[in-house]
């Protein structure tokens, strides 16, 4: 690697971070490496660290941030203002999303029975969604995170399908282009449908056998795609590019870099994430922020670069319906980003510190420096995995 020293006050956005004077876990920094790209996290630098080890080659080209990098097709295009707070959009992001998941329920059992499903109100669907995020991009993604879970294949169609409306909004992606977005992540595994269930459901681990079924699904989905009126190849070729990886190690092609295009490449970075955050017959799901973490190692590898970071910048370090643990004994759930300081989001606090239902629940902007006491300033200790803190959508707004 080509590291060199560099003192704080002449960083420039684009160089990637390695090292810092000072062990990491004295910083409010989750991960250990990331590449300079937002105000927040230079005046983080300026107040604890002198100097930092930057490492030339894993830094943007021309060490310029976003306005020297190239954009990825498709981006940056149209800015997006939020239009409406979380409180105010959350009723219609809760009837957009149950109502798309009785469409999509309705789609996929029609693929089951081998028949062709109802493109229109797929579609529908996804208008509704698309304008929901459109509105405001946290609404939608709270609903998913909050309500009990329910059918494993549905859950987690809806949630990536969001999740890519939610990151190519952020990207500046056109509306066309984001709702497109929406329905390739709805639709890009319906070809799990066509699989012998006890496989998809399996605890153990895959044999290479199995692991070759499994891979089957892409020719189901891109089959049924292409032959269903109103989706078309156009979409299907879309959908089939969410297990290609940045450094050609995907299937069913070996894509390499630039070769797959902007929304596939979104698309596998999504189900991935959306894998490691869900609760799976062979493993347990992962606090957002760990899954995170994990994922910004694979970084130039598995994902684009810029992609992941960016990605990491959409969803912030707490994405929303992240259940916290607070400096106070509290325990919250992350209802919204700060767009300005990520580290610092809108939290609900719904547990007091003796673990009971707070009623009426509070609510903190991070941002603001919020007092747990006169001496104490409200900080997010930790997420919480999966299940530990039994907080749902009764928790929220009632």
Same mark, same amino acid.
């Given at each position: 690697?080509?590291?060199?020293?560099?003192?704080?006050?002449?960083?420039?956005?684009?160089?990637?971070?390695?090292?810092?004077?000072?062990?990491?876990?004295?910083?409010?920094?989750?991960?250990?490496?990331?590449?300079?790209?937002?105000?927040?996290?230079?005046?983080?630098?300026?107040?604890?660290?002198? #100097?930092?080890?930057?490492?030339?080659?894993? $830094?943007?080209?021309?060490?310029?941030?976003?306005?020297?990098?190239?954009?990825?097709?498709?981006?940056?295009?149209?800015?997006?203002?939020?239009?409406?707070?979380?409180?105010?959009?959350?009723?219609?992001?809760?009837?957009?999303?149950?109502?798309?998941?009785?469409?999509?329920?309705?789609?996929?059992?029609?693929?089951?029975?081998?028949?062709? #499903?109802?493109?229109?109100?797929?579609?529908?669907?996804?208008?509704?969604?698309?304008?929901?995020?459109?509105?405001?991009?946290?609404?939608?993604?709270?609903?998913?995170?909050?309500?009990?879970?329910?059918?494993?294949?549905?859950?987690?169609?809806?949630?990536?399908?969001?999740?890519?409306?939610?990151?190519?909004?952020?990207?500046?992606?056109?509306?066309?282009?984001?709702?497109?977005?929406?329905?390739?992540?709805?639709?890009?595994?319906?070809?799990?449908?066509?699989?012998?269930?006890?496989?998809?459901?399996?605890?153990?681990?895959?044999?290479?056998?199995?692991?070759?079924?499994?891979?089957?699904?892409?020719?189901?989905?891109?089959?049924?795609?292409?032959?269903?009126?109103?989706?078309?190849?156009?979409?299907?070729?879309?959908?089939?590019?969410?297990?290609?990886?940045?450094?050609?190690?995907?299937?069913?092609?070996?894509?390499?870099?630039? @070769? =797959?295009?902007?929304?596939?490449?979104?698309?596998?970075?999504?189900?991935?994430?959306?894998?490691?955050?869900?609760?799976?017959?062979?493993?347990?799901?992962?606090?957002?922020?760990?899954?995170?973490?994990?994922?910004?190692?694979?970084?130039?590898?598995?994902?684009?670069?810029?992609?992941?970071?960016?990605?990491?910048?959409?969803?912030?370090?707490?994405?929303?319906?992240?259940?916290?643990?607070?400096?106070?004994?509290?325990?919250?759930?992350?209802?919204?980003?700060?767009?300005?300081?990520?580290?610092?989001?809108?939290?609900?606090?719904?547990?007091?510190?003796?673990?009971?239902?707070?009623?009426?629940?509070?609510?903190?902007?991070?941002?603001?420096?919020?007092?747990? $006491? @006169?001496?104490?300033?409200?900080? =997010?200790?930790?997420?919480?995995?999966?299940?530990?803190?039994?907080?749902?959508?009764?928790?929220?707004?009632?």
């Amino acid at each position: 690697m080509n590291k060199k020293k560099v003192n704080v006050g002449e960083l420039k956005f684009g160089m990637y971070v390695s090292e810092l004077d000072r062990p990491w876990t004295d910083t409010p920094f989750v991960f250990q490496g990331f590449v300079l790209k937002s105000d927040e996290q230079l005046q983080i630098l300026r107040k604890f660290c002198q #100097f930092v080890m930057v490492d030339a080659d894993l $830094s943007e080209s021309g060490a310029a941030g976003s306005v020297g990098a190239t954009p990825l097709t498709g981006t940056g295009k149209v800015q997006h203002p939020e239009r409406v707070a979380v409180e105010g959009e959350l009723a219609r992001a809760r009837d957009a999303y149950f109502s798309s998941e009785a469409v999509l329920a309705k789609a996929f059992e029609s693929v089951g029975a081998d028949k062709t #499903f109802d493109s229109a109100q797929v579609r529908g669907a996804v208008s509704n969604m698309s304008q929901s995020v459109l509105r405001n991009p946290d609404a939608l993604v709270l609903v998913s995170a909050m309500k009990e879970r329910g059918n494993e294949v549905l859950d987690r169609a809806l949630k990536v399908s969001l999740y890519m409306l939610m990151f190519t909004r952020f990207m500046g992606m056109e509306a066309r282009d984001i709702e497109r977005a929406g329905l390739v992540g709805l639709l890009q595994d319906i070809g799990m449908v066509k699989l012998p269930s006890g496989l998809v459901a399996k605890t153990g681990p895959l044999t290479d056998k199995d692991r070759a079924t499994v891979r089957t699904h892409l020719e189901h989905t891109l089959k049924m795609l292409s032959e269903t009126p109103g989706i078309g190849p156009e979409v299907a070729n879309l959908a089939v590019l969410h297990h290609e990886r940045h450094d050609g190690s995907g299937y069913p092609r070996g894509l390499k870099g630039e @070769a =797959i295009e902007t929304v596939g490449a979104i698309g596998g970075l999504v189900d991935t994430f959306c894998a490691l955050t869900a609760q799976r017959p062979y493993a347990d799901a992962l606090a957002p922020s760990r899954a995170l973490g994990m994922m910004h190692k694979w970084r130039g590898l598995t994902f684009h670069p810029t992609l992941i970071e960016d990605f990491i910048r959409c969803i912030g370090v707490f994405p929303v319906g992240s259940v916290v643990a607070l400096n106070s004994g509290e325990v919250g759930v992350v209802i919204a980003q700060n767009t300005v300081k990520r580290l610092q989001p809108r939290i609900m606090v719904v547990r007091d510190a003796a673990g009971k239902p707070l009623r009426p629940q509070k609510l903190l902007d991070l941002a603001r420096s919020p007092k747990v $006491s @006169a001496d104490e300033t409200y900080r =997010i200790l930790r997420t919480l995995e999966y299940g530990q803190a039994g907080v749902g959508m009764k928790d929220l707004f009632v």
